[in-house]
């Protein structure tokens, strides 16, 4: 797992991207949003910022990883024009109503888990792939008993995911598609995540994606968040606040 970490080594990212959320009768609800990170994968500061539809337009989540402890989250919801910090308890809740939890949307440490190779043999979409289980070295660092992923041993990509609660039960799937590199770094520019019990659904779309283009540390505090930003580069979304 350590090369999945260490593949993309960017000192900071733009994501712009769309989720199309589908509940269990199908009916789809798209939104869009810009995605910023800073720092590597597993030891960074992300912001996840709404910019369509109209009714979420403006919200913030901001997430900051610390090794050694569960991140810290804060949201910003414009209609109220408040920051509140998000508790441990909704973690595991949908951010959005999409399939994605708080959890999900955050960059877990790679020190949080404990990884064993389970299989070496497996195929995904004619790939070969190993087969890893991943445990959170302590309960609080997530909401999951334990994870299965599909890394591809060609590129160091995960491309499925099980996620199993507490109980044991398998509570949501990961998969990836569209692989492509940008800037020597690999990734899936799809990502379908469904909710076992629920039904429901949620396509993640990469749009656009953007390394190094030296994004502000000053966006990544909640004292920043719901207030004008600097320009962000590779990206035409409105300031927050604006």
Not at 23 to 38: I, P, Y
Not at 52 to 66: A, H, K, Y
Not at 125 to 140: F, L, M, N
Request: aromatic share 8%; glycine share 6%.
């Amino acid at each position: 797992m350590q090369t999945v970490y260490q593949q993309n080594n960017s000192h900071d990212m733009t994501l712009k991207a769309t989720l199309d959320v589908y509940d269990k009768s199908g009916q789809m609800l798209r939104k869009k949003f810009v995605l910023l990170r800073l720092g590597t994968l597993g030891a960074s500061d992300t912001l996840v910022r709404f910019t369509d539809p109209t009714e979420i337009r403006g919200v913030e989540l901001l997430s900051i990883n610390q090794q050694g402890a569960a991140a810290h989250q804060w949201m910003y919801t414009p209609a109220i024009d408040r920051v509140r910090s998000v508790a441990p308890r909704e973690r595991s809740e949908r951010f959005v109503g999409s399939d994605f939890t708080f959890e999900d949307i955050s960059e877990d440490p790679l020190e949080d888990f404990t990884y064993r190779l389970l299989s070496s043999n497996e195929l995904i979409d004619g790939r070969k792939t190993y087969k890893v289980e991943a445990t959170p070295v302590s309960p609080d660092r997530s909401q999951y008993k334990y994870i299965y992923y599909w890394v591809l041993q060609d590129v160091p990509c995960i491309i499925h995911a099980e996620m199993y609660d507490m109980d044991g039960h398998e509570v949501r799937t990961l998969h990836g598609s569209s692989l492509k590199k940008e800037s020597g770094i690999s990734g899936f520019r799809r990502i379908d995540v469904a909710s076992v019990v629920e039904g429901t659904h949620t396509t993640l779309t990469i749009d656009e994606a953007h390394f190094n283009t030296g994004l502000s540390p000053a966006i990544f505090t909640p004292d920043a968040l719901g207030k004008p930003s600097p320009a962000i580069p590779g990206s035409d979304a409105p300031s927050a606040g604006h």
